[in-house]
């Protein structure tokens, strides 16, 4: 058995029956897929409730390679890469673009999965392609960006039909005309001649501020999903809640802070067991002190409960919870 404590971010004190480390295709080749083979990176946005009894593959394939172009840069990252490293290489480099970004906790492989996004900037922006291998077929392929269907922490990576893809490495460009976005409310009150540099350092600082470090306080980043409503059902809550952050979307529904909801209705203090909300941003739930995986999903249930009671909303989980032999929420 494997200890997966150290291979997932939320630390739950849990065994993995076979694991198998992706350094190179040639590892892929030897890979007979089943049903209950699940595909890990970092483990920074996955939570393992209890022993996993299928195959884990983590992929650790790496190498970089960039080529300057007269109109920006083409980045090739694989997926083993840590993310919060090529983006810190990219912006001492002069390559602008992934500033807002900074210090999303995980891997390159991971960042197309569930479109990784962060004051006003979403990775699918930079990528142009998607290397990944099927398992099942053992064959190699390309998606274009329209291909992977990138949307709200979303992609068709992460589509029941196609979990058997393993992301071998991302295509990105960074274009050389570069404008930084400063729109997000925790970003509005930098001056617009702002540096990448100074973003990098600015989110940085707010990210340590606001977000749990996982290595002293495990957890798995946001657990919940912002949720997107109608405008309609947007209105009425606000007429109630008239605080309630929300975000205009181009196809006319609106995100809300799920954060704020949770806030707002009293469970920054709830605890069951180890595991507790955070009591900085409530979106993220953290293993306070040997969380169980019970412990994770019964506190995880009781807030769904208590937001659709509230606000007659369904709080949907943003990080992937895995039981005995897969995703419990695929
Ligand atoms: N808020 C509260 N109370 C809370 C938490 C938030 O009132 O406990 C309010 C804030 O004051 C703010 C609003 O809710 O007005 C939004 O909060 P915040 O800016 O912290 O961002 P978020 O919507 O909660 C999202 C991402 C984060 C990302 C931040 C910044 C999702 C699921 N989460 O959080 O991503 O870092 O925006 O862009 O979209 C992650 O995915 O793991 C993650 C941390």
Aim: proline share 5%.
């Amino acid at each position: 058995m494997y200890p997966l404590k150290n291979r997932h971010s939320f630390a739950i004190d849990v065994f993995a029956k076979q694991l198998t480390e992706i350094r190179s295709l040639a590892d892929l080749a030897l890979i007979k897929w089943s049903n209950d083979t699940y595909i890990l990176g970092e483990g920074t946005n996955t939570i393992f409730t209890e022993n996993f009894e299928g195959q884990l593959l983590l992929n650790r394939i790496t190498g970089i390679e960039i080529q300057e172009t007269r109109e920006g840069w083409h980045v090739f990252a694989a997926a083993g890469e840590n993310w919060h490293q090529l983006v810190v290489s990219l912006i001492e480099q002069g390559i602008y673009g992934s500033e807002n970004l900074a210090l999303i906790p995980g891997s390159v492989g991971a960042a197309p999965v569930q479109n990784i996004g962060a004051y006003g900037v979403e990775v699918a922006r930079f990528i142009d392609r998607v290397d990944v291998y099927d398992c099942k077929l053992h064959v190699e392929t390309s998606l274009s960006h329209e291909e992977c269907q990138f949307s709200y922490r979303d992609s068709l990576f992460k589509k029941p039909d196609h979990r058997h893809w393993l992301i071998t490495g991302v295509h990105f460009f960074f274009p050389k005309a570069w404008q930084p976005v400063l729109d997000y409310p925790d970003l509005a009150t930098l001056p617009t001649d702002t540096t990448a540099k100074e973003i990098l350092a600015h989110v940085i600082q707010v990210r340590q501020r606001k977000l749990p470090d996982p290595q002293r306080v495990p957890n798995a980043g946001s657990f919940f999903k912002n949720s997107v409503v109608s405008s309609a059902k947007c209105q009425q809550l606000r007429q109630k809640f008239p605080q309630l952050p929300y975000y205009e979307q181009p196809d006319g529904s609106c995100k809300l802070a799920a954060g704020w909801l949770i806030d707002q209705a009293g469970l920054k203090s709830y605890v069951v067991g180890g595991a507790g909300v955070h009591s900085q941003q409530a979106l993220v739930l953290v293993n306070r002190d040997h969380a169980s995986g019970q412990d994770v999903l019964q506190l995880a249930e009781g807030i769904q409960a208590q937001v659709k009671q509230r606000y007659g909303i369904q709080l949907e989980a943003e990080v992937r919870l895995l039981n005995g032999t897969g995703l419990i929420n695929p």
